[in-house]
Nanobody
Framework: QVQLVESGGGLVQAGGSLRLSCAAS????????MGWYRQAPGKQRELVAS???????NYADSAKGRFTISRDNAKKTVSLQMNSLKPEDTAVYYC???????????????WGQGTQVTVSS
């Protein structure tokens, strides 16, 4: 069994910062890409940022210059530092990871439970 547990969401004023963290646990052989997605009310879930096992990063245009994704492969964690937050960043943020488990072929796609980020104007 694999779990992704997020932490760090909350309420912040516009212009403020938050740091989200996600830790993977369970029977894990290796982790490929890790990332953060978000879903605002009435909208589809969208990619915010992703990072490969080698450290290559990818950002949504809305996140470029404000958000920074990082990971610690040894600790099986991924973080998202969010600066200069805007009200339109308000959403539930989900951690995502491609994980290879024992006795399972290929990488499975796993999600955290989500953490609420609310940015007030």
């Amino acid at each position: 069994q694999v779990q992704l547990v997020e932490s760090g969401g909350g309420l912040v004023q516009a212009g403020g910062s938050l740091r989200l963290s996600c830790a993977a646990s369970g029977s894990i052989i290796s982790i490929n890409d890790m990332g953060w997605y978000r879903q605002a009310p009435g909208k589809q879930r969208e990619l915010v940022a992703s990072i490969s096992s080698g450290g290559s990063t990818n950002y949504a245009d809305s996140a470029k210059g404000r958000f920074t994704i990082s990971r610690d492969n040894a600790k099986k964690t991924v973080s998202l530092q969010m600066n200069s937050l805007k009200p339109e960043d308000t959403a539930v943020y989900y951690c995502n990871a491609a994980i290879r488990r024992p006795l399972v072929v290929g990488f499975g796609n796993y999600w955290g439970q989500g953490t609420q980020v609310t940015v007030s104007s």
